[in-house]
Every structure is written in C-alpha cells, then in structure tokens.
C-alpha cells in the first residue's frame, strides 16, 4: 500500500511539473507572438489618436469634455492591457536604452519616456528619460495632480493612492521610477526593476521588496490630465517643464 502511495504521488509530481512546463511555454509563445505584433499595435494606438482628433476638431465643449474621458480610458487600457505586457521581462541597465520590448535593456527612466511615446504622447523620449523623475513628473501632468511624501509609510501611500483614485501615475523615487496603475484596493508597481531577482522590467504589488516601498522620497503624479491629453489628442508636442 505504501508503495502505490508513494508510485501515486511520484505520478502525480511528475504529471503537474509537466503541465506547469506546458504553461511556461505557452506563456512565452504568447508573449513573443505580442512582442512580434508591436508595431502594428503601435499603429493601431496612433490611428484611434487620429480619430479621436478628428472628433475633437469638430466638437463643441461638452462633446469635447466626453472625448477626454473616452481618451483616458483609451489610454489607460492600452498601457495596462496591451503595452506592460510586452514588457515584461525585458532586461534592465543602467545604461538601457531599448526601443523594441524583449530586445536589449532599457533604464528606468527609458522605460517611462518609451512608454509614454508608444501610447501616443509626442515626448523627447531620449532627452525625457535622462531627466529627473520629478521633471518627468511634472511635464506630463498639471501640478494638483503632483503629490510630494517624505518618509512616508506604506499604509500612507496606499491611503494617497485611494484618495486620489484610480488610473495611472507615474512615480519618482530615491533613485527609480516607473507607474504605478491603481484599480480600487490594486495597486501595482509596473517598472524596469533593478532589484535582484528580477532585473528586469516587472509588475509586482507596491506593497515589498521593491523599490517603491523602500524609497524614503516619493513624488507621484497621475498621467492623462485633462492639458496634456488635449495635447495627445491633436498630436501635439509635450515640451519638459521644468
């Protein structure tokens, strides 16, 4: 009876790893398959631009204060659904410069500024990414959407984050920065993460070992103000201020 115990579970062992294999290949079939679909998605995102430009040119004030709200979302969900994931994983260097996802490395900072150009916004995305993280900050969004912590603890920033609600906000830390998307309690830390493991570009709860919840200076900045989408809208571009 022991024996076909232990035959059982060894069956058993041998049948999970193998089907957790299966689903470690399929994964990175997935992966690579939307890795190789990257250009033609950034088209996709820049023809929806278009037309939410076109709209916009013949709107009237509340048409256009219902486009806004259609932009956000538009792209919020292709940042969170369709351009992270390709993403993830991508080597991290301090000196990364990476345009292609799964290609090369790429910098904190060249993760911010590349995703940003991707999902339409008209940055210098060389000379954004060399900047601070609080310029970077401050030129994509208006200064009632910044938030400036010092030594703030973790159970205070989850607060911050609820009180200023859900989307996208780009984050400077210490020596970092990434975004963090907030879903009502779900807040992720999406970054090109040079902790080890990974090294690399990743999405993991705020809340760990990480480079968020270790920062003792974080400034915060929600993305998709109504000024710089406007700006998104006609194709504008979005000059660092510092």
């Not at 939307?34 to 631009?49: N, V």
């Not at 607060?159 to 830390?173: A, P, T, W």
Request: proline share 3%.
């Amino acid at each position: 009876m022991k024996a076909y115990i232990l035959f059982f579970l060894l069956v058993s062992t041998i049948i999970m790893a193998f089907g957790q294999e299966n689903f470690a290949n399929d994964q990175a079939k997935v992966l690579a398959e939307k890795r190789q679909a990257y250009p033609k998605l950034l088209e996709s995102i820049d023809q929806s631009r278009k037309k939410f430009a076109e709209r916009w040119a013949v709107a009237d004030a509340n048409q256009q204060a219902a486009i806004l709200i259609e932009a956000r979302v538009f792209i919020e969900k292709s940042l969170i659904d369709d351009l992270f994931p390709c993403w993830m994983g991508t080597s991290w260097d301090f000196n990364g410069i990476s345009q292609k996802p799964g290609d090369g490395a790429i910098a904190c900072g060249y993760f911010v500024s590349t995703l940003l150009r991707d999902v339409g916004y008209k940055v210098e995305r060389a000379k954004l990414a060399q900047q601070a993280s609080q310029i970077i900050i401050k030129t994509m969004t208006t200064d009632d959407q910044i938030k400036i912590t010092s030594h703030s603890s973790m159970e205070n920033m989850v607060q911050v984050f609820k009180n200023r609600g859900d989307g996208i906000y780009i984050v400077g830390l210490d020596s970092h920065t990434g975004f963090v998307t907030v879903k009502g309690d779900v807040m992720t830390f999406v970054h090109s993460n040079y902790y080890s493991p990974p090294r690399a570009v990743c999405a993991e709860p705020i809340q760990g070992k990480n480079p968020f919840a270790d920062s003792r200076y974080r400034v915060i900045g929600k993305i998709a103000a109504d000024e710089s989408l406007k700006l998104w809208i006609k194709g504008e571009a979005i000059k660092i201020r510092k």
